[in-house]
């Protein structure tokens, strides 16, 4: 179970790693009423199911914490991270807000029955690095006069490994309730967008799937996978391995002609994958430890 749980948290990486890929297609709507959009359609599927299966409409009546955490966590996140970019460049504030897969990994010694080894932290560390290479390619500056920007990039980091910590803490609770968060971060970004942003519309068929695509995967289906799998698989081994997010990002940008292939990916690629295998040691362990008692003896 604990696995098949992590396999699928992975899920949510790979989802995530297309994000840039798909905004880039979706046009230029603002980024509150394209989040508006995307969650309203990433609330679709959750909707359908209850509408199908009435009965657990019921695993909707949660404490008023776990509604506190899962929409804090959801657009909470998102705000700060559009807080941080309007005021702080892109390059800074996304290496500062991808802080986040570390803190969670360090954060995880916190949770029951999980114990943080050395390399679970050294993992981590050579993702972080490799994100370093990966986004600050072309030069790194952290200026003071972005003290708003880079702030709520930290706090962005902090919200989000925040979220997925105390997610995990909830784990009786059913991923059904995703669909109020979506719902929930749906309504909110509205009423942001509508306050600070012009509405802009798509203006071609392919930017409309690419609002669509973001709606049904990284916005959507990955939050329901993230859930599923920090609540019931190894959150350290999926704290370390969010780090190939944006090494993927990078790579399928590389295929579709928005980024020139270099050295850094490679040698970015070897410290995010060798991070994550150094992680996962408890992982390998736990699977060679089975299949050796499943092994009739001689």
């Known amino acids: 179970m604990k696995l098949r749980a992590t396999l699928i948290g992975f899920t949510a990486i790979l989802m995530w790693s297309f994000l840039a890929l798909l905004t880039a297609a979706s046009g230029k709507m603002p980024p509150f009423q394209l989040s508006a959009i995307c969650f309203a359609i990433g609330s679709i599927p959750g909707i359908v ?6 009965s657990r409409l019921a695993l909707l009546k949660q404490p008023a914490k776990v509604w506190i955490v899962g929409i804090a966590g959801l657009f909470g996140y998102h705000f700060l991270y559009f807080t941080a970019l309007r005021n702080a ?4 504030a996304g290496l500062i807000a991808y802080l986040w897969p570390l803190l969670i990994v360090v954060g995880s010694a916190l949770l029951p029955g999980e114990r943080l080894r050395w390399y679970h932290i050294v993992g981590a ?11 600050g390619r072309n030069g790194i500056n952290f200026d003071g006069a972005y003290a708003v920007g880079y702030g709520a990039a930290f706090l962005c980091a902090f ?9 995990r803490r909830f784990d009786a609770v059913s991923t059904d309730v995703v669909t109020g968060f979506c719902m929930a971060t749906s309504i909110l970004s509205l009423i942001c967008h509508l306050g600070l942003e ?3 519309w798509p203006e071609t068929g392919l930017e409309w799937l690419g609002v669509l695509g973001l709606g049904l995967f990284p916005v959507g289906a990955a939050f329901y996978a993230w859930d599923f799998g920090v609540k019931n698989g ?7 391995a969010s780090y190939a997010a944006p090494l993927l990002s990078t790579i399928i940008l590389t295929i579709f002609g928005f980024a020139d292939p ?3 990916i490679a040698f970015a690629c070897l410290l995010v994958t060798g991070g994550a295998v150094l992680a996962a040691q408890d992982m390998f362990r736990r699977k060679a430890a089975t299949a050796e008692q499943a092994t009739p003896a001689e």
């Open 49 to 54: 199911v209850l509408t199908l299966n009435p």
């Open 89 to 92: 460049p892109a390059v800074e």
């Open 125 to 135: 560390l050579a993702g972080l690095c490799g994100t370093f290479l990966i986004v």
């Open 159 to 167: 919200t989000w490994s925040g979220y997925s910590l105390l997610t």
């Open 198 to 200: 012009t509405t802009i």
């Open 234 to 240: 190894d959150i350290q081994i999926l704290g370390s």
């Open 262 to 264: 270099s050295w850094r």
